[in-house]
């Protein structure tokens, strides 16, 4: 098997770009995971608890509808590019499949389609915000 050095380049930057500890990536049979040692107790505190603090604060009333997760880690955005009519707002009705923002992971632009119909019930994040790996992006009805 060949590594792909500039791939775990790309990794590792993306730790240092969302201040993670650990990543994986997988493509077919294919999975890389990388990791750096934490600076300390406090860091680790500080860079964990403040984003799962913020995601229960925001789904602690959500407890019931469809979740569209996060497919990959990276940056997401509500609209094709600044300025442009958001892919969906509230209320909206969806369809299965229909893009409802994308997630922007080492430069590539991943749309995210809705997992089912709906209506668009709640926006758990903001445009422009880093998201996780399984992360509840939309709630739907």
């Given at each position: 098997?060949?590594?792909?050095k500039?791939?775990?380049?790309?990794?590792?930057?993306?730790?240092?770009?969302?201040?993670?500890?650990?990543?994986?990536?997988?493509?077919?049979?294919?999975?890389?995971?990388?990791?750096?040692?934490?600076?300390?107790?406090?860091?680790?505190?500080?860079?964990?608890?403040?984003?799962?603090?913020?995601?229960?604060?925001?789904?602690?009333?959500?407890?019931e509808?469809?979740?569209?997760?996060?497919?990959?880690?990276?940056?997401?955005y509500?609209?094709?590019?600044?300025?442009?009519?958001?892919?969906?707002?509230?209320?909206?009705?969806?369809?299965?499949?229909?893009?409802?923002?994308?997630?922007?992971?080492?430069?590539t632009?991943?749309?995210?389609?809705?997992?089912?119909?709906?209506?668009?019930?709640?926006?758990?994040?903001?445009?422009?915000?880093?998201?996780?790996?399984?992360?509840?992006?939309?709630?739907?009805?």
């Amino acid at each position: 098997m060949k590594i792909d050095k500039k791939l775990i380049k790309e990794l590792v930057e993306n730790l240092k770009e969302f201040d993670l500890t650990e990543l994986e990536y997988q493509e077919g049979q294919t999975k890389i995971k990388v990791s750096r040692a934490a600076r300390g107790i406090e860091k680790i505190k500080t860079s964990t608890v403040a984003p799962q603090n913020k995601a229960v604060l925001n789904s602690s009333d959500d407890s019931e509808g469809v979740r569209v997760k996060s497919p990959i880690i990276g940056t997401a955005y509500l609209a094709p590019e600044p300025g442009a009519k958001k892919f969906v707002e509230v209320g909206d009705k969806i369809k299965k499949g229909q893009t409802v923002m994308i997630v922007e992971a080492m430069k590539t632009m991943n749309h995210v389609p809705s997992t089912a119909d709906g209506e668009v019930k709640k926006i758990l994040i903001e445009d422009g915000q880093p998201v996780e790996f399984g992360q509840t992006l939309i709630l739907l009805k």
